[in-house]
């Protein structure tokens, strides 16, 4: 770097001059004339104080330039440095000075300016440094807050573009094959200068492609033309310049690395700019504004590539976490199912409803809940807890889950059985007391005699069918019918004889009992245990450990068959008390249940009809009355016709 050397005209120095012709540029300044730019830096002034040099230089050279002045002043005037005002002012020398301390002032001079250079560079250096830390790490910070995995690897491309003023920019992810081979997918594609079409493909990883040299390599790839690559093993392929009409120039492949220094994956940057926001619209303006990827951007690229690959890893990581609970919970489902295959659907069913009752309430701006909003996290909480509540159905009595009458099919069974006994034993007796005419009188007017006998057995027969008919349609779950319960009475008081000769009830107390169910399929402590489902979810899901984001799911499930009056179950909760997204479920549920259609034990209700048994629900105060009518306005209720 040449050095400056000012003097004013006249000088009393101008011999010693000469002798700096060889190691500066000399520049003669003007006494009378205006100091002005263009300045050369470094440089050193030589003034002569009684001419006033001094004040000009420090009035007119900028304070920021690299600059000193040796001052020549006369034997009254030593009090000059107090004279300096901005502390440019390096020595002040008699005028007669020899020309051997003038040339050892400029010397040391330049060497003060090119300590202050080195110092200022410095500052300058640890001022970026720091500037690139801390947007290195906003960037981390970014990208580990990042849980998308398509918008972690559009933000992981945009920022190392910003960071090194790239052009364009793709990312190639590692993905292995089931047979363990490895290959680059092309996976995202940038271009500030003109849009891409993305298509993707796969690369081998191997040293015929820039891309898949960076993979098999690890080595950072940095290539001032990419049309001008020499003794290297692959080429540029220039399909897509030739297509678009696009010219890449400098390019850098970095490979990102993960903790166990793998290869995950490949950042490939283009034509770096002098300016950012240029646009390279044409192959003229790259050759204009494009430059070489200098060593600094490559440092920060590397940097950020291995601070993008542990966020990738760790999103997907937690993807895969997120995949294997989803994975969770639908076997759970299934495992509901299969032991209660009746309400086949139900639970997907709830959580669709629950949740789209859910983001009407998020969209709801100008009602009662335009301050409720739910983030993906908790919308995501409420469909787990739709899905899972009723996962304490496993510890529920099978038997009793699915029992669709009020007799278990054992029971009826039996009963048939026992009728078809006592069928089989009437027509016995019957011919018995044929056989007993016959033996006593002979074939002597019998067919009178057994006509006789064979209309006392049609109508034993046929009040035989009409209890059994009766008590069939007593099984049934619906409500009971007056006459129907003294029907039953009547059945209880018959009996028969079993083979060994005891008398025994026609029907038995306890299957009278259950008959006599006024409505429904179970009996008190039947639907006490169905109710428990409710506490054994409770139970279950408490023993989970839960994430910070879906720590409520066990309090939201329990609460699914409360009213806000507290006659629901199991816990009796009042309004106050039950979670806001329960009174959603609850709401969800009870719709599912009146509409299915794979109820054995009763006929799907028309959506009509089901939205009218709720509204009464809401007149009774058992239901949230806002959340019904947002659950109709909003046609939340469509949501479960689409399945």
Same mark, same amino acid.
Not at 46 to 74: F, N, Y
């Given at each position: 770097?040449?050095?400056?050397?000012?003097?004013?005209?006249?000088?009393?120095?101008?011999?010693?001059?000469?002798?700096?012709?060889?190691?500066?540029?000399?520049?003669?300044?003007?006494?009378?004339?205006?100091?002005?730019?263009?300045?050369?830096?470094?440089?050193?002034?030589?003034?002569?104080?009684?001419?006033?040099?001094?004040?000009?230089?420090?009035?007119?050279?900028?304070?920021?330039?690299?600059?000193?002045?040796?001052?020549?002043?006369?034997?009254?005037?030593?009090?000059?440095?107090?004279?300096?005002?901005?502390?440019?002012?390096?020595?002040?020398?008699?005028?007669?000075?020899?020309?051997?301390?003038?040339?050892?002032?400029?010397?040391?001079?330049?060497?003060?300016?090119?300590?202050?250079?080195?110092?200022?560079?410095?500052?300058?250096?640890?001022?970026?440094?720091?500037?690139? +830390?801390?947007?290195?790490?906003?960037?981390?910070?970014?990208?580990?807050?990042?849980?998308?995995?398509?918008?972690?690897?559009?933000?992981?491309?945009?920022?190392?573009?910003?960071?090194?003023?790239?052009?364009?920019?793709?990312?190639?992810?590692?993905?292995?094959?089931?047979?363990?081979?490895?290959?680059?997918?092309?996976?995202?594609?940038?271009?500030?200068? =003109?849009?891409?079409?993305?298509?993707?493909?796969?690369?081998?990883?191997?040293?015929?492609?820039?891309?898949?040299?960076?993979?098999?390599?690890?080595?950072?790839?940095?290539?001032?033309?990419?049309?001008?690559?020499?003794? +290297?093993?692959?080429?540029?392929?220039?399909?897509?310049?030739?297509?678009?009409?696009?010219?890449?120039?400098?390019?850098?492949?970095?490979?990102?690395?993960? =903790?166990?220094?793998?290869?995950?994956?490949?950042?490939?940057?283009?034509?770096?700019?002098? =300016?950012?926001?240029?646009?390279?619209?044409?192959?003229?303006?790259?050759?204009?504004?494009?430059?070489?990827?200098?060593?600094?951007?490559?440092?920060?690229?590397?940097? +950020?590539?291995?601070?993008?690959?542990?966020?990738?890893?760790?999103?997907?990581?937690?993807?895969?976490?997120?995949?294997?609970?989803?994975?969770?919970?639908?076997?759970?489902?299934?495992?509901?199912?299969?032991?209660?295959?009746?309400?086949?659907?139900?639970?997907?069913?709830?959580?669709?409803?629950?949740?789209?009752?859910?983001?009407?309430?998020?969209?709801?701006?100008?009602?009662?809940?335009?301050?409720?909003?739910?983030?993906?996290?908790?919308?995501?909480?409420?469909?787990?807890?739709?899905? +899972?509540?009723?996962?304490?159905?496993?510890?529920?009595?099978?038997?009793?889950?699915?029992?669709?009458?009020?007799?278990?099919?054992?029971?009826?069974?039996?009963?048939?059985?026992?009728?078809?006994?006592?069928?089989?034993?009437?027509?016995?007796? /019957?011919?018995?007391?044929?056989?007993?005419?016959?033996?006593?009188?002979?074939?002597?007017?019998?067919?009178?005699?057994?006509?006789?006998?064979?209309?006392?057995?049609?109508?034993?027969? /046929?009040?035989?069918?009409?209890?059994?008919?009766?008590?069939? =349609?007593?099984?049934?779950?619906?409500?009971?019918?007056?006459?129907?319960?003294?029907?039953?009475?009547?059945?209880?008081?018959?009996?028969?004889?079993?083979?060994?000769?005891?008398?025994?009830?026609?029907?038995?107390?306890?299957?009278?009992?259950?008959?006599?169910?006024?409505?429904?399929?179970?009996?008190?402590?039947?639907?006490?245990?169905?109710?428990?489902?409710?506490?054994?979810?409770?139970?279950?899901?408490?023993?989970?450990?839960?994430?910070?984001?879906?720590?409520?799911?066990?309090?939201?499930?329990?609460?699914?068959?409360?009213?806000?009056?507290?006659?629901?179950?199991?816990?009796?909760?009042?309004?106050?008390?039950?979670?806001?997204?329960?009174?959603?479920?609850?709401?969800?549920?009870?719709?599912?249940?009146?509409?299915?259609?794979?109820?054995?034990?009763?006929?799907?209700?028309?959506?009509?009809?089901?939205?009218?048994?709720?509204?009464?629900?809401?007149?009774?105060?058992?239901?949230?009355?806002?959340?019904?009518?947002?659950?109709?306005?909003?046609?939340?209720?469509?949501?479960?016709?689409?399945?």
């Amino acid at each position: 770097m040449k050095k400056t050397l000012y003097y004013f005209q006249p000088s009393n120095v101008a011999g010693v001059l000469k002798r700096f012709a060889s190691h500066y540029d000399l520049v003669a300044l003007e006494r009378g004339g205006k100091l002005a730019a263009p300045w050369q830096w470094p440089a050193v002034f030589i003034a002569d104080l009684s001419k006033g040099d001094l004040r000009r230089v420090e009035d007119s050279a900028p304070a920021h330039g690299l600059w000193r002045t040796v001052c020549l002043v006369g034997a009254t005037e030593l009090g000059l440095p107090r004279q300096s005002v901005n502390g440019r002012l390096f020595a002040a020398l008699p005028r007669s000075a020899p020309p051997k301390l003038v040339e050892m002032a400029v010397e040391r001079a330049f060497e003060t300016l090119e300590s202050a250079r080195r110092h200022e560079e410095t500052r300058r250096q640890l001022h970026l440094a720091a500037s690139e +830390l801390v947007t290195l790490n906003r960037i981390g910070v970014a990208l580990s807050n990042e849980r998308n995995t398509e918008s972690l690897l559009e933000l992981i491309l945009t920022k190392s573009r910003e960071i090194t003023t790239a052009d364009a920019g793709s990312l190639f992810l590692v993905e292995e094959a089931d047979e363990g081979a490895k290959h680059l997918v092309f996976t995202l594609t940038q271009c500030d200068s =003109q849009a891409v079409p993305f298509r993707q493909f796969t690369l081998p990883i191997d040293t015929h492609s820039i891309a898949g040299y960076a993979a098999a390599t690890g080595e950072v790839v940095n290539i001032r033309d990419a049309y001008r690559i020499r003794k +290297l093993p692959f080429r540029h392929n220039r399909d897509f310049d030739r297509k678009f009409g696009y010219r890449t120039k400098s390019m850098m492949v970095v490979p990102m690395k993960n =903790q166990k220094d793998e290869v995950i994956g490949v950042l490939q940057l283009i034509n770096a700019k002098r =300016q950012a926001g240029t646009k390279l619209t044409k192959p003229r303006e790259v050759v204009k504004h494009v430059v070489p990827f200098s060593r600094r951007s490559q440092e920060l690229a590397s940097s +950020l590539a291995s601070q993008a690959a542990v966020a990738l890893e760790n999103n997907l990581l937690y993807r895969d976490i997120h995949r294997l609970f989803e994975g969770f919970v639908k076997a759970s489902v299934t495992a509901i199912e299969s032991r209660d295959p009746t309400t086949f659907g139900h639970s997907e069913r709830v959580a669709k409803l629950t949740v789209g009752l859910a983001e009407a309430v998020d969209r709801d701006e100008s009602g009662l809940y335009r301050e409720i909003h739910f983030t993906r996290q908790e919308i995501q909480e409420l469909r787990y807890a739709s899905l +899972l509540h009723d996962f304490g159905k496993v510890g529920v009595r099978e038997e009793v889950l699915i029992k669709a009458k009020k007799l278990y099919p054992s029971q009826i069974e039996l009963i048939k059985k026992r009728f078809l006994y006592i069928r089989k034993a009437v027509e016995l007796e /019957r011919l018995r007391k044929k056989l007993d005419y016959v033996v006593r009188n002979g074939n002597q007017n019998y067919q009178g005699e057994f006509a006789g006998i064979d209309t006392e057995l049609e109508a034993e027969l /046929r009040k035989l069918d009409e209890f059994l008919q009766q008590i069939m =349609q007593a099984n049934e779950p619906s409500v009971l019918p007056e006459k129907a319960s003294e029907k039953l009475a009547e059945i209880a008081g018959w009996t028969f004889q079993d083979p060994s000769g005891h008398s025994e009830a026609l029907v038995s107390p306890e299957e009278v009992r259950l008959l006599s169910i006024p409505k429904g399929s179970l009996d008190a402590d039947e639907r006490l245990q169905i109710e428990s489902h409710v506490i054994h979810s409770y139970r279950f899901l408490s023993q989970i450990p839960w994430t910070k984001e879906l720590r409520r799911i066990p309090e939201i499930a329990k609460a699914h068959h409360e009213k806000l009056n507290g006659t629901g179950y199991p816990y009796h909760m009042t309004a106050e008390e039950i979670p806001f997204q329960a009174k959603m479920m609850t709401i969800s549920d009870i719709f599912d249940a009146l509409t299915a259609r794979d109820r054995p034990y009763k006929k799907a209700v028309p959506v009509d009809r089901a939205l009218s048994i709720i509204g009464e629900e809401v007149k009774s105060q058992l239901l949230d009355p806002n959340l019904f009518h947002l659950f109709v306005a909003a046609q939340v209720f469509q949501l479960s016709a689409k399945d």
